[in-house]
Nanobody, 121 residues
Framework: QVQLVESGGGSVQAGGSLRLSCAAS????????MAWFRQAPGKERERVAV???????DYPDSVKGRFTISQDNAKVTLYLQMNTLKPEDTAMYYC???????????????RGQGTQVTVSL
């Protein structure tokens, strides 16, 4: 059974940094894509970073230049380095994995339970 377990969330002041991790286990094969989504109260879930097996990455404008997605060589741990955090980055952050990269939240085959990030002024 595939499991994705996020960690590294917490509370930080605006301008600070956090590094999220996602530990994957139970794969029978490594997925082609992994990504991070976030959801803030009252807002739609948003993909904030995606990475494929060849380490090609993509970000929305809202986080480009501040967030960096990466994965270890074995492709079993996913990271999200978040710098220059803003209060609007406050959300629950989720790790996902699938064979496809650019799909909606509900289509990702594997999804974690999330880790909370809170950014205060």
């Amino acid at each position: 059974q595939v499991q994705l377990v996020e960690s590294g969330g917490g509370s930080v002041q605006a301008g600070g940094s956090l590094r999220l991790s996602c530990a994957a286990s139970g794969y029978s094969y490594n997925p082609y894509c992994m990504a991070w989504f976030r959801q803030a109260p009252g807002k739609e879930r948003e993909r904030v970073a995606v990475i494929d097996r060849n380490d090609k990455t993509d970000y929305p404008d809202s986080v480009k230049g501040r967030f960096t997605i990466s994965q270890d060589n074995a492709k079993v741990t996913l990271y999200l380095q978040m710098n220059t955090l803003k209060p609007e980055d406050t959300a629950m952050y989720y790790c996902v994995a699938d064979t496809n990269c650019y799909i909606g939240w509900s289509d990702w085959r594997y999804r974690g339970q999330g880790t909370q990030v809170t950014v205060s002024l």
